[in-house]
């Protein structure tokens, strides 16, 4: 999901894609069957257009009977409804919900941001803090932020399932605001270890949050072209703090620049969520029927309110709400076998070699003369951004499975380049140039599929009530493999050699896609209750 940009020298683990506990009592729940709160006024983003129709691909039944037998139903490419769509002219049944989600995504750019902003000026950082020339301290800085990302992944499922995501995002904005402007006036290394701990535990939240608000909020029909607005933030974010970095080189202070900087979206984000919307399936959760309805009137177009609501309260009434689930039912089916894909995909995308193939990029650029260290950041920050716009233009088209099996099958593939191409007798240009390709393969596979994919399916799989919990599992495991990967990859190579640790990358991402194609469900067209109660055979009894 979230991606990565190159350091110029390995201080430690990058974060890659790219996340309390007291619950409403029941007796404060109101009947989803009786009448419902007069709706709250506010001020929302809203668009005037004309209602566009898009056809659920598979029914309930066929959903059910597909995953007993093991069968993934595949969507029409174009249904009559769609090809009549697009005569009358461009399809924009996705504009409603686009600014809702584009303030979510402001995020992941402020995560990306934060991947970037410390590459090249950790060395002023280090010598103007009193601790240059220590790579123990250095990587500290950098890990750091890691700790307070898995604690923020961990802690925000029950946050989200209390206060619903608009409510979370406004809130967590305070960690990524403090933390920034306490890194840039830091005057010593504790201030900056305080700073970068408050960032990435705000970061740990939102990696979780805006997952499960662009599927809660988004048609069902560009549900995955949107939910590629994570890997986008997160790539543009990336692309900025190189840009605006690029005066570092001359001005060993400018690095307090860049965090004050970085504090900026925070302010955007509680401002701009002020104006969105909450996810409709958490207001018909907490009884807030008649803002839930004007949501799906809004988002989805009047056409689909009374089938939603009925969705959402037939999965409620059989399942439960979130506000009284407990971690404990992770142990149990249907959510462990979820929970157990969630945290698989992230081990497999982790250990797939995402962060050891940035760390080493950057040498390969030096052997074929690009040793401007920013100029081949860019070059992978735009590459990753391409990868990440195909995504989204194939997602719904091609469908999760299809992009995720694809997109490893371009990772292992590409890493077996690299390998020839170091071991092999060759000559030393074609060698060269043999790995450039194999690293910008490499990394537009990763953004293509193993990305983005990877935060958007594991929601949709997810069951409404254990949704937040299953997100804050699979994310707080993104971290941990995250952090072994950085802090064991140089030792590796030290140790083994360069060419036998990417045959390794190779074989997992081979491994990964055979994973994908055994164990992952096809969502694309699809309801997430529709998902759940394809999964469920609870669901599927009480329907």
């Not at 600014?99 to 992941?108: D, E, F, R, T, Y």
């Not at 988002?299 to 959402?312: H, N, P, Q, R, Y």
């Not at 760390?359 to 950041?377: C, H, K, P, R």
Request: proline content about 5%.
């Amino acid at each position: 999901m979230p991606a990565a940009a190159v350091l110029h020298q390995p201080v430690g683990p990058v974060p890659s894609i790219l996340t309390l506990t007291t619950p409403l009592s029941k007796s404060k729940l109101v009947s989803l069957t009786s009448s419902s709160p007069k709706p709250r006024k506010t001020l929302r983003f809203s668009f005037s257009y004309r209602s566009i129709k898009f056809k659920v691909q598979a029914s309930k039944k066929q959903l059910s009977e597909s995953h007993n037998q093991n069968i993934r139903p595949e969507n029409e490419n174009s249904s009559l409804g769609d090809r009549k769509d697009s005569e009358k002219g461009f399809d924009i049944g996705w504009l409603p919900s686009f600014p809702h989600v584009l303030i979510a995504s402001m995020s992941n750019f402020i995560f990306g941001y934060h991947i970037g902003v410390m590459n090249g000026p950790i060395v002023s950082v280090a010598r103007e803090l009193g601790f240059e020339g220590n790579p123990i301290l250095e990587g500290l800085v950098v890990s750091i932020f890691i700790a307070g990302a898995f604690i923020g992944s961990i802690s925000s499922g029950p946050i989200v399932d209390k206060l619903g995501c608009r409510r979370t995002f406004q809130i967590d904005t305070i960690p990524l605001i403090l933390g920034a402007i306490i890194s840039a006036q830091a005057h010593s290394l504790d201030e900056m270890l305080l700073g970068r701990f408050l960032v990435g535990l705000g970061i740990g939240v939102n990696t979780v949050l805006v997952p499960i608000y662009i599927s809660e909020v988004a048609p069902t029909k560009y549900r995955g072209s949107l939910g590629t607005m994570c890997q986008i933030g997160t790539c543009l974010g990336i692309i900025a703090s190189l840009f605006l970095g690029i005066p570092a080189e001359h001005d060993p202070h400018w690095w307090r620049a860049l965090l004050y900087i970085a504090s900026l979206p925070g302010f955007v984000i509680a401002l701009g969520m002020q104006f969105a919307v909450d996810s409709p399936r958490w207001l018909c959760k907490v009884g807030m029927l008649d803002d839930a309805k004007a949501v799906i009137r809004n988002l989805w177009g009047e056409s689909e309110v009374d089938k939603a609501i009925e969705e959402f309260q037939s999965v409620i009434k059989n399942d439960g709400s979130d506000l009284d689930s407990q971690w404990l039912e992770l142990l149990e089916e249907p959510h462990s076998r979820v929970a157990l894909i969630g945290g698989a995909l992230f081990v497999l995308q982790q250990f797939a070699g995402i962060n050891g193939v940035l760390y080493f990029s950057s040498l390969t650029f030096q052997d074929v003369g690009i040793a401007n260290g920013a100029l081949a950041s860019s070059f992978v920050g735009l590459t990753n951004f391409a990868g990440a716009l195909c995504s989204s233009y194939l997602i719904d088209k091609e469908g999760r499975q299809k992009l995720l099996i694809g997109s490893y099958l371009g990772m292992a593939i590409s890493m077996f380049l690299i390998v020839g191409a170091i071991s092999l007798p060759l000559d030393q240009d074609f060698s060269h140039n043999l790995s450039i390709i194999g690293t910008f393969l490499y990394i537009f596979s990763f953004a293509i599929g193993a990305g983005p994919v990877t935060g958007l399916i594991i929601p949709e799989l997810s069951s409404s009530r254990t949704r937040g919990k299953i997100l804050g599992f699979s994310f707080s495991v993104h971290w941990v493999c995250n952090f072994l990967v950085g802090l064991f990859f140089l030792d590796l190579v030290e140790t083994f050699g360069i060419a036998p640790v990417y045959a390794g990358f190779g074989s997992v991402s081979f491994l990964s896609a055979l994973f994908a194609y055994y164990f992952i469900v096809e969502t694309k067209g699809r309801s997430l209750e529709e998902i759940e109660m394809s999964l469920n055979p609870i669901l599927r009894g009480g329907k």
